[in-house]
């Protein structure tokens, strides 16, 4: 095998603590990146610049709380007043109640709202909490440069604090598990074990992303690569969390299907085994049993690398979808892309 450029062997990790601070390691590429003009910070004063962090996370702290089920522990953030928590679908993945720990200590039982795997979000309510929701920032007006702290509880050391900057914004980062999160933040805040559903927060207090993953470089032996993690942005997270909270489910997700079921072969291509009736794939053509070949331009090796094809893309979008028949034929249609559904 052709031994890659560092910047393209890098692993990523989901930072949700489990059994004793392990980590689910999966395979993830990293595609494109861009920054936004804009200011989601006040200017602060260059002699004392630990002033506004520490006002910063004065702000945020009592919003950010940790999330235990089982041998699982994570982070969330307080959504609304009405006890509405959002974390990452990965800290709550098979369980449906949870304990939840604010800054101040106090416990308190929550059970799941909602769930939307492909953006690797959920919400978990808890019922007669006085809790303090979180101010949430414009994300699309990150600078690359801009100051940002990370608060969640890493390796169950509840409430701690990480400083850094937005190395990137933009990213497309797969989890390596199918699902594949546009416009992700790129920072060198340092994200542990436990800070999954944290709170990336700019100078003002307000949450611009959330800490989801990091990365482990195979060249260090697996260990961490330092700077360099990854959140999904809080635009991502009010669009989705907000669906989640008051619904229970996504109805508008603005994220792109073929309308089809994958399945990966031993020998490694993709089989379409389902095709959703009336659906995207359907109408131009695409039948079970063929081999998906290529999705708009990329060849699909995988079902990671279909759902990069497709991060980007909105219902609506026309792609050109080939597959390889069981006769041997091949055939090159164009297919309308529908909505990915909800949970």
């Not at 032996?221 to 809080?234: N, R």
């Amino acid at each position: 095998m052709t031994r890659l450029p560092r910047s393209t062997t890098l692993t990523i990790v989901l930072v949700t603590v489990i059994a004793a601070a392990t980590a689910i390691v999966v395979a993830a590429l990293v595609a494109g990146s861009g920054d936004s003009s804009g200011d989601a910070a006040a200017p602060i004063s260059p002699s004392d610049p630990s002033a506004a962090s520490e006002r910063a996370v004065q702000v945020a702290l009592p919003s950010v709380v940790q999330i235990e089920s089982g041998d699982a522990l994570g982070s969330g953030i307080v959504l609304d007043s009405g006890g509405d928590i959002v974390t990452n679908a990965h800290v709550v993945a098979g369980a449906r109640t949870f304990t939840v720990t604010t800054s101040d200590g106090s416990r308190h039982q929550g059970t799941l709202r909602g769930a939307f795997v492909p953006s690797d979000l959920a919400v978990v309510r808890v019922s007669g909490a006085k809790l303090t929701p979180a101010r949430f920032a414009d994300s699309s007006k990150l600078r690359v440069g801009q100051r940002v702290l990370a608060i969640g509880n890493p390796l169950g050391l509840r409430s701690s604090v990480t400083d850094g900057i937005v190395s990137a914004t933009a990213r497309t980062v797969s989890e390596g598990n199918g699902v594949a999160l546009p416009s992700v933040v790129q920072t060198s805040a340092a994200i542990n074990p436990g800070n999954s559903g944290g709170a990336l927060i700019d100078l003002n207090g307000a949450v611009v992303g959330i800490p989801t993953l990091a990365a482990t470089d195979p060249e260090l032996g697996g260990s961490a690569a330092p700077g360099v993690g990854f959140a999904i942005s809080s635009d991502t997270v009010g669009r989705i969390a907000g669906q989640l909270a008051q619904q229970g489910r996504v109805v508008d997700s603005g994220r792109a299907s073929l309308g089809v079921e994958l399945r990966s072969l031993p020998q490694g291509p993709l089989m379409v085994t389902g095709v959703t009736r009336g659906g995207p794939s359907a109408k131009a053509g695409v039948q079970p049993g063929d081999i998906l070949a290529d999705v708009a331009g990329r060849p699909a090796t995988s079902l990671d690398s279909v759902a990069l094809a497709l991060a980007n893309r909105k219902p609506g979008e026309s792609v050109d979808v080939k597959v390889r028949r069981l006769d041997g034929s091949t055939k090159t249609v164009q297919v309308k892309l529908g909505q990915l559904p909800g949970s």
